[in-house]
């Protein structure tokens, strides 16, 4: 992370979210031309970009239509793969369920991982106003969620001249894994990261991606356990 | 039309029941729970949710790689190791991104 201090918040969610802009491009790239080769329209890519927001989903749910899997089927297996995004929605209500009923609609549209991640990050050790993580939050969605929109109608646009085989499946996990480094402060969060893995290993074979669920709810458990127990032993005996 | 593409009606409701169903689970919390106060133990386990989420999302996608098949890689294992490694001594994002992604090109180039 950039130092802090003069900055605006939202100046500094904008570098912080700069780096991302090397995995959004492609994937949304990567997105539009699937899309035009699943027989989309540049227009109904496009859509399909803005109104879902949501890049694993997204992929999923044109896989299934591909495969005319039953519309029902392909909606409520995306959106399983986006359950995640409910305890996202509870993560940030602490920090920003004060603004009004409006801003909140803006969170909740542009919550996606690399967003919900910075914020996560950044504001449970700032002095900052329900308001000021809100300039930050959507400094962070400036290089994130508005390249995301624009990549994909490149993709749909340039379609097949566009090569889409350079290491691309690995951008997401390396992106994850540099922002789970630096929130591991505490014996409690990495007990939570560990756990979170393991028991996600464990529960792959879950059907609707659930084993995602699983393992976050197991890992939040782990967290939570040890937090309890270091601070009963802080306490004067 | 012929028989391989996705109609046209279904690809509409498919975006649609995606984009609000999508921003149900975002705003479900936000949205009811606003400004009213979380008990203590919501919000020890809320603090963990980050730390515990993204290592479950990822984690699969590490040892079972989609580009091959599903069968463990150990240059991406590598280039996982190496990120983390980075991630978590130097606290630096970009650092790790950049670690990453130049193990990850180099194992690809020297292996394949």
New interface residues.
């Given amino acids: 992370m950039a130092a802090r201090g003069v900055k605006s918040p939202y100046r500094q969610g904008v570098l912080d979210a700069l780096p991302f802009l090397a995995v959004v491009g492609p994937f949304g790239l990567l997105f539009g031309v699937v899309s035009r080769e699943a027989g989309l329209t540049i227009f109904e890519s496009l859509s399909f970009s803005v109104v879902v927001i949501a890049g694993a989903a997204q992929f999923t749910a044109l896989q299934l239509m591909s495969d005319h899997a039953p519309t029902l089927v392909a909606v409520a297996s995306a959106l399983a793969i986006n359950l995640r995004m409910a305890m996202y929605s509870a993560s940030m209500t602490p920090h920003l369920g004060h603004l009004p009923l409006w801003k909140r609609c803006f969170v909740a549209y542009f919550l996606v991982d690399q967003t919900y991640a910075l914020g996560a990050l950044n504001f449970e050790r700032s002095p900052w106003s329900a308001a000021e993580k809100f300039r930050y939050f959507m400094g962070t969605v400036t290089p994130v969620c508005f390249p995301w929109y624009i990549s994909t109608l490149i993709g749909a646009w340039a379609g097949s001249a566009i090569p889409t085989d350079f290491g691309l499946d690995f951008a997401v996990p390396i992106a994850f894994l540099a922002m789970v480094g630096p929130m591991l402060r505490t014996p409690a969060h990495m007990a939570a990261a560990f756990t979170g893995a393991v028991v996600a290993l464990l529960a792959a074979g879950l059907p609707f991606n659930l084993g995602l669920i699983v393992g976050g709810l197991a890992g939040m458990i782990a967290g939570a356990q040890v937090e309890q127990r270091m601070e009963r032993e802080e306490e004067p005996a | 039309m012929n028989g391989?593409?996705?109609a046209t009606s279904?690809?509409?409701?498919?975006?649609?029941?995606?984009?609000i169903?999508?921003?149900a689970?975002?705003?479900?919390?936000?949205?009811l729970?606003?400004?009213?106060a979380?008990p203590p133990?919501v919000?020890?386990?809320?603090?963990?949710?980050?730390?515990?989420?993204?290592?479950?999302?990822?984690?699969?996608?590490?040892?079972?790689?989609?580009?091959t098949d599903g069968e463990p890689d150990p240059v991406?294992l590598f280039?996982?190791l190496a990120?983390?490694a980075?991630?978590?001594?130097f606290?630096?994002?970009?650092a790790?991104?950049i670690t990453?992604?130049a193990t990850?090109?180099f194992g690809?180039w020297l292996f394949s």
């Fill in positions: 391989n593409e996705i279904t690809l509409w409701i498919v975006i649609f029941g995606l984009g169903g999508s921003f689970l975002r705003i479900v919390f936000l949205g729970i606003g400004d009213r979380l133990w919000l020890r386990h809320l603090r963990y949710t980050a730390a515990a989420i993204l290592p479950a999302l990822v984690a699969p996608l590490v040892v079972w790689p989609a580009a991406r280039a996982a990120t983390f980075v991630a978590f001594s606290r630096n994002v970009l790790a991104m990453g992604a990850l090109g690809l």
